[in-house]
C-alpha cells in the first residue's frame, strides 16, 4: 500500500478499447492519463478525468508536440510507468466500404499514417526519459488488419499497423537498454460501437465462435504493462479468437 502510485497515458481512450483500458488500470490503482482528440465529456462518471485527460489531434504532428510536452509537465515525479499507443483511424467511404490501395486519396494515407503509425514514435521519444525513470513498458495497438488483407478494414489502415509491428520490434531492439519492454497487441473481431455491418458472418467461423470483449483486450494490455511479462519485449500478442490457426 505504501508504493507509490503507477502512472499510464493511454491514446486513443474515448470508447472501445480505449475505454475498457481505462478502467482496468484504475481499478488497480493506477492514475491514467487519458488522450484523444474530443474534449473530456461533462456526462463521463469517471471523477478523475477532466483533470486527468488532454485533448489533442494526433493528425497533427505539431499538436503531438505540444500534448507531449503537457504530459511531460503533468508527471511532475518524471516517472512515466506505462504508454499505451491505442489511437487509430481507418476512413470509409460514403456508403461505408472500405478504401483500397487504388481508392485512398494520398490525404487519406498522410493521414491515416500520422496517426496510426507515426504519432507512435513522437510520443515514445518524447517521454523517453521518463519511461526509462520508470523502467517502465510500451503497448502499441496493432491488428489482425495488419497481417492479411481484411474486408472491411482500408488499405491504409491495414498498411498502417503492419508498420506498426514492425515498429514494435525495431523500438524493442532502440528501448530495451533503457530498461524500457515494447510490445504490441493485434486485436481481432472486438465487439465494439464501430463493427462493420458483416462481422456476424467472420464470427461463425471463428475457433471460439463469438466476437471478443473489450475487457479481455484490456487485460492483456495490463499484463504487458506491469511485472508479470517483466522479460517479454518485442512481441505481438494476438487476441482474435484463433481467427488465423
Known amino acids: ?34 488522450c484523444s482528440r474530443h474534449a473530456f465529456p461533462e456526462n463521463c462518471p469517471w471523477a478523475a478525468g477532466p483533470e486527468d485527460h488532454i485533448q489533442v489531434d494526433l493528425a497533427d504532428p505539431n499538436d503531438t508536440e505540444r500534448a507531449v510536452k503537457d504530459m511531460r509537465e503533468r508527471l511532475t515525479d518524471g516517472k512515466l510507468h506505462a504508454l499505451v499507443n ?16 487504388l481508392t485512398a486519396s494520398m490525404e487519406t494515407w498522410r493521414k491515416v499514417f500520422e496517426v496510426n503509425f507515426f504519432s507512435t514514435i513522437w510520443l515514445a521519444r518524447g517521454l523517453v526519459d521518463e519511461l526509462a525513470a520508470a523502467q517502465g513498458a510500451i503497448v502499441n495497438v496493432t ?19 503492419a ?12 528501448f530495451g537498454p533503457l530498461g524500457v519492454r515494447v510490445n ?15 462481422t456476424e458472418q467472420i464470427v461463425e467461423h471463428l475457433p471460439l465462435r ?28 494476438h487476441i482474435n479468437g484463433g481467427q488465423h490457426v
Open 184 to 198: 504490441a497487441i493485434a486485436p481481432g473481431e472486438i465487439d465494439t460501437a464501430i463493427l462493420s455491418p458483416g
Open 163 to 174: 508498420a506498426l509491428a514492425a515498429l514494435t520490434r525495431e523500438m524493442a531492439s532502440d
Open 86 to 101: 491505442n489511437a487509430g483511424i481507418s476512413p470509409k467511404g460514403s456508403k461505408g466500404e472500405r478504401f483500397n490501395t
Open 210 to 237: 463469438r466476437l471478443g470483449r473489450t475487457e479481455e483486450v484490456a487485460k492483456a494490455i495490463y499484463y504487458l504493462c506491469t511485472d508479470q511479462s517483466s522479460y517479454v519485449t518485442g512481441a505481438e500478442l
Open 143 to 161: 491488428s489482425i488488419a495488419g497481417s492479411r488483407v481484411h474486408p472491411f478494414a482500408g488499405s491504409a489502415y491495414a498498411t498502417s499497423k
Open 1 to 34: 500500500m505504501d508504493e507509490p502510485r503507477k502512472t499510464l497515458i493511454l491514446t486513443g481512450a474515448s470508447r472501445g478499447i480505449g475505454h475498457a483500458t481505462v478502467k482496468r488500470f484504475s481499478s488497480a490503482g493506477w492514475r491514467v492519463i487519458t
